[in-house]
C-alpha cells in the first residue's frame, strides 16, 4: 500500500488513526483472499468484532511511502487474535505493531463462529 498526502498530519508523519484503517484493510484482504465475505457473513447473522488492541508506534510514515502490511493468526478460546506488522518498503523498517483482538457475535450472542473457524483452520 501507499500513503496518501490526506494521511498526514501537519508534522507530515502519518496520522496514528490512519495506521488502523491500513490494519483493518489487511485483515479485510486476508479475509477475502480466503473467500469470506464480510458482509454476507454479516447477512446470516456472524458479526466479527474487535474487542481489544494493543498498538505499537515504532518509525513514522510519510506521505508517498509504500508499505507492507503483514499478518499472523491464533486462536484463544473464542478470540482470534491478529498480529500484525507494517514495513516501510524502502528499506523493510518496523513502523508499526498491533496486536488485534476478535470475537464472533452470533446472531447478537458472544460465541464461536464455525465458519471463521473454518476460513482460519490452516492458519491456527
Known sequence: ??????????E???????YL?????TRHLFLKSLGVSFAELHGQG???VVARMNLQYKQPLRCDDEFVSRLN???????????????????DQLCFRATVELVCLVNG???????????FAKFI
Not at 111 to 117: A, C, L, R, T
Open 1 to 10: 500500500m501507499e500513503v496518501r498526502d490526506y494521511e498526514c498530519d501537519i
Open 12 to 18: 507530515g508523519i502519518v496520522n496514528n488513526a490512519n
Open 21 to 25: 484503517h491500513y490494519i483493518e484493510h
Open 46 to 48: 456472524v458479526d466479527a
Open 73 to 91: 493468526l491464533k486462536k484463544e478460546g473464542i478470540r482470534y487474535i491478529f498480529y500484525q506488522d507494517i514495513y516501510r518498503a524502502s528499506d
Open 109 to 119: 450472542r458472544l460465541g464461536n463462529s464455525e465458519d471463521y473457524d473454518r476460513a
